[in-house]
């Protein structure tokens, strides 16, 4: 007698799976070619209540957490990164909102109607993104708000920033606020014409004498560092390393699909039929299916509260992202001349995976981290 387990689809990826194929997907060369911020990507997940994944049902938002955030940045990383680099930052954004930001923006974010991101990064810490180098000061019961932001995810293009400043007067790190991205004193400093994630719309962002009410703070003046490490850096590190996992995942079915249709006709055989592309394509998916495991595991053990729960997430966007330059990369090889054509696809993958390991917390930064974790030390001692 044999058992079958059955897993259900989660109801989100169905919705997402429309809005995928009749947007995301067509587009997704287009926003590579043209750099051009997804924007209709964006509305329509916002039409199918996917921008208020993770808001509170009592805001009108579907109630959801990491796994389904993860999930869904995931599969749209296997067709268009900078449409799930632009979602990622929404949903790190929407997580601090949720936990400290006023009803009405909770509300719009729900509605599919606001768009955030974070606006962490800076000229001064670079990408020590919880040392902030930003000032906030008092003035005439507002506060007024000073910065060079070195890349912000949807700069110009968002409708608010999750925003990082020095306390205005108690100790600690930093201190985090929501701010208008349409706020008078705030400009785009530069459009972004990068090698990979050419839609992501990450440009400097510099604010001069940005006014703010003292209610736009999020949290405790001077907390902004546990927001940091409790609230964003979980769903970024998930988040990111899923993104990872998308492209991964389609590098590789475009790579076999690839050597299985392509002869060499004077032969007779495909490109799949030589035993050394079929150990490339097979190093792909081992490789690929690796870095999923870990990064299914480590929502388990962070909604589990396992003990290796930061360790975990700590790993996970550092293993992920190494492990999709070296997937991508293997894709080029196997592919060969025609991986340099636009249409086959593996290229955009190619350059869209090596952002991960530069983007803070840098996978070196995380290699230290996690060594620090090993070794029973202060991560930021």
Known sequence: MSTTTTTQRPYYLDDLEQVITETI????????????YPRAALEALGKAGLLGLISAKDVG?????????????????????????VVCMHYAGTAVIEAYGPRETREAIAAGRHVTTLAFSESGSRS???????????????????????????????????????????????TIW?????????????????????????????????????????????????????????????????????????????????????KLEHLGESLADLPTIRAYVARMRIKTDMARALLLDSIDALESARED??????????????ASTEVTELAMRVCGGAAFRKEVGVERHFRDARASTVMAPTTDALYDFIGKACCGMPLFG
Not at 26 to 36: M, N, R, T, V, Y
Not at 64 to 77: S, W
Not at 129 to 140: C, K, V
Not at 309 to 322: F, N, S, T, Y
């Open 128 to 174: 020590h993104f919880w040392a902030s180098t930003s000032s906030a000061t008092p003035l005439d019961e507002k506060i007024r708000l000073d910065a060079k932001k070195s890349w912000i995810t949807a700069a110009g293009q968002a409708d608010s920033y999750v925003w990082s400043s020095r306390p205005l007067a108690a100790s600690g790190l930093t």
């Open 25 to 36: 997907a067509p587009l997704a060369s287009e926003i590579d070619q043209a750099g051009a």
């Open 61 to 85: 938002g579907l109630g959801e957490a990491h796994r389904a955030a993860t999930l869904v940045i995931e599969e749209i990383g296997k067709y268009c990164a900078s449409t799930a680099m």
């Open 309 to 322: 729960a930061m360790l975990r997430v700590l790993e996970v966007k550092a293993a992920a992202g190494e």
């Open 178 to 262: 929501l701010v208008p991205a349409n706020a008078p004193g705030m400009r785009v400093v530069a459009p972004f014409n990068g090698l990979g994630l050419r839609g992501n719309g990450s440009s400097p962002v510099l604010a001069e004498g940005v006014i703010v009410p003292k209610e736009a703070m999020l949290g405790e003046d001077g907390k902004g560092f546990d927001v940091m490490m409790g609230i964003v850096l979980p769903y970024f590190q998930l988040m990111s390393a899923a993104q990872s996992c998308g492209m991964m995942e389609m590098a590789t079915t475009r790579a076999a699909a690839h050597v299985s249709s392509t």
